[in-house]
């Protein structure tokens, strides 16, 4: 059973002060690792897929990579319209369901 | 522009009360699926659809029903709802590693 674990479940940052956030998965066969961003009462905000360990993606202050166990998502000088949840999503190479992770609070303070 | 877009964005109704929820994409998307929120648990997909007429069950379908008579619509039927379905509703579509998302339906079974 696929298995995905965020941490932590919330953050609190002061504006500028870079981060990270984790997401552990376990799957047979891993098709794809997802990086979403929602807000409140929003649907999930794609941010990045990533296919294979050591692969990197960026986009403004977000950063995310790939291990064979794990993903970070790094927040460099983040700003206070960061504030979301981010949620770390898998999907196996069967292409059918996509297994969630409980996603981490962050709350960037000006 | 892509969309998803999903009806009714918010409804309270009475248990028992047959009702859908619509979703339809304007992308030509073979891959629709469905998801529900709840505090703590995170996202759960219910059922996913890999084209017209191909429907399975993902891992919270009990008390829903689907149907794919067309590539661009997706209907979530709720046969007899209960309150334990009272829940923040998705719609998504996805191609190529990139899954969008509607922006939900608030559902209150009283």
């Known amino acids: 059973e696929d298995q995905v674990t965020q941490s932590p479940e919330a953050l609190r940052l002061q504006e500028g002060e870079s981060s990270s956030l984790n997401c552990s998965y376990t799957v047979s066969g891993l098709r794809g690792l997802f990086w979403y961003r929602q807000d409140p009462g929003k649907g999930p905000e794609f941010l990045f897929t990533?296919?294979?360990a050591g692969e990197e993606k960026e986009k403004e202050r977000l950063k995310a990579t790939l291990t064979k166990k794990e993903s970070f998502l790094h927040i460099t000088a983040p700003k206070p319209e960061d504030s979301a949840t981010y949620l770390c999503?898998?999907?196996?190479?069967?292409?059918?369901?996509?297994?969630f992770g409980k996603g981490t609070m962050l709350l960037v303070s000006p | 522009e892509a969309q998803v877009t999903q009806n009714p964005r918010y409804l309270i109704t009475v248990t028992g009360k047959k009702l859908t929820v619509t979703c339809s994409q304007n992308?030509?998307?073979?891959?629709m699926s469905w998801y529900r929120q709840d505090p703590g648990l995170g996202l759960r997909q219910i059922y996913y659809?890999?084209?017209?007429?191909?429907?399975d069950k993902g891992d919270v379908p009990e008390g829903y029903k689907v149907s794919r008579k067309e590539k661009r619509n997706f209907p979530l039927i709720l046969e007899s709802p209960s309150p334990n379905q009272t829940s923040l509703y998705f719609c998504?579509?996805?191609?190529?590693?990139?899954?969008?998302f509607g922006e939900g339906s608030w559902l209150t079974v009283v």
């Open positions: 999503a898998v999907q196996h190479s069967g292409y059918s369901t996509l297994t």
């Open positions: 992308m030509n998307h073979e891959y």
């Open positions: 990533l296919y294979s």
């Open positions: 998504a579509s996805s191609s190529y590693g990139r899954i969008y």
């Open positions: 659809s890999m084209n017209v007429e191909v429907t």
